[in-house]
């Protein structure tokens, strides 16, 4: 949804699906990393996590620049990065329930 804003009306249709294509990167990269971590799920919820604490710095930074409330950074940084962690802490857990399943039988 937020790649739609590249068809803006003032580039040829060639740019704007240039455009439309390199605000999908970060999307495809993501989608990419999921299918690993369904593949494999300790390592998929290893880099789900640390894509959430790697961005927290910048996001918090970027909004604590424009808005210079602590609270509503940390809010934003909740909103923004928190899925991802909670995203990775889940796969690492199922990984460890799986593990111990196949060792129990």
Known sequence: MFALDAFDGTHTLWEQLGHFSMHLIPSFILLAIFFVATKWELLGGILFTLIGV????????????????IGMSLGIIMAITGPFVAVGILFVISSKLKKELSEAS
Not at 54 to 66: D, E, K, W
């Open 54 to 69: 790697a961005l927290s710095p910048p996001v918090f930074i970027l909004n604590y620049r424009m808005n210079e409330s």
